[in-house]
C-alpha cells in the first residue's frame, strides 16, 4: 500500500526537506502541498491523501483549525501534527480537532515515518514527550480530589450528548440528531460539566478519550 501524503507548512525549505526525507521511501508517495490552512483544505478535496502532514502556525488560521475542518469533511483522512509546539495548549487542542499523530520538528525522522505509517493505519500515534503529557492529564484526572465522577453519574441521553460534544458537533447539530431543542442540548451541557466537575469542552473531549467514549 502506498501512503498518499499532503504536506502542510507555510515554510517553503521545511516542505523541500521533508520531500527530501520521504523521497527513498517506497510506501509514502508526496501527492500534494499547501503553505495556508485554506490551501490544505482545498488540497484535501483534489488529492484525496490518507494522511496530512500539518503545521500547527500557519499564516490564515490555525493548523488545528484547519485539522477540525478536514475531519469534519473527511473522517477517513488522517492527521498527524509536525509542529515546534511541545506544550499541553496545542497538543490537546490538536487530539480535541481529530489529529491521529503528535510528532515534534525536532524528532528523529523515524520517529516521523512511524507517525505517518501508524496513522494511514487508522491507529494513533503519539511522540513519547507528548504521550507523558497524556498520561499526566489522566492521572491528575482519576485522583478523587479532582472531583471527575465516574461515567455511571450521567443518563443515557447525557451520555449520548457528551459523545456528540467531544466528536465537535454543535448544539444545534446534536438537537437535530437527537431530535431535542437546541435548549434542551444546552441545558444536558450544562448538567454533564456539572456532574464532572469540568469546565470545557477541551476537558469533556479528553475526559471522553480516557473513558474510550471517543477515540483520539
Known amino acids: 500500500m502506498t501512503i498518499r501524503l499532503l504536506l502542510v ?45 500539518m503545521d500547527i502556525g500557519l499564516p490564515d488560521m490555525s493548523g488545528i483549525a484547519a485539522t477540525r475542518a478536514i475531519k469534519s469533511a473527511h473522517p477517513e483522512v488522517a492527521v498527524v501534527a509536525l509542529t515546534i509546539h511541545e506544550d499541553e495548549e496545542y497538543f490537546f487542542k490538536m487530539l480535541e480537532a481529530g489529529a491521529g499523530g503528535y510528532v515534534p520538528k525536532r524528532a528523529a525522522p523515524e520517529e516521523l515515518l512511524t507517525a505517518i505509517r501508524a496513522a494511514a493505519r487508522g491507529e494513533v500515534y503519539l511522540y513519547p514527550s507528548m504521550a507523558k503529557l497524556l498520561v499526566k492529564d489522566f492521572l491528575a484526572q482519576e485522583r478523587p480530589e479532582e472531583g471527575v465522577t465516574s461515567l455511571d453519574g450521567l443518563t443515557d441521553r447525557e451520555q449520548e450528548v457528551l459523545r456528540h460534544v467531544a466528536e465537535g458537533a454543535t448544539n444545534d447539530e446534536i438537537a437535530e440528531i437527537l431530535v431535542i431543542s437546541p435548549k434542551t442540548v444546552a441545558r444536558h451541557r450544562e448538567n454533564i460539566l456539572q456532574k464532572l466537575s469540568l469546565h470545557s469542552r477541551a476537558e469533556l473531549v479528553r475526559y471522553a478519550i480516557r473513558k474510550g467514549i471517543i477515540k483520539a
Open 9 to 53: 507548512d507555510d515554510h517553503q525549505v521545511v516542505r523541500s526537506g521533508l520531500r527530501m526525507l520521504l523521497a527513498s521511501e517506497s510506501d509514502v508517495e508526496i501527492t500534494c502541498e499547501a503553505g495556508t490552512a485554506r490551501e490544505a483544505i482545498a488540497a484535501v478535496e483534489n488529492c484525496r491523501p490518507d494522511v496530512v502532514l
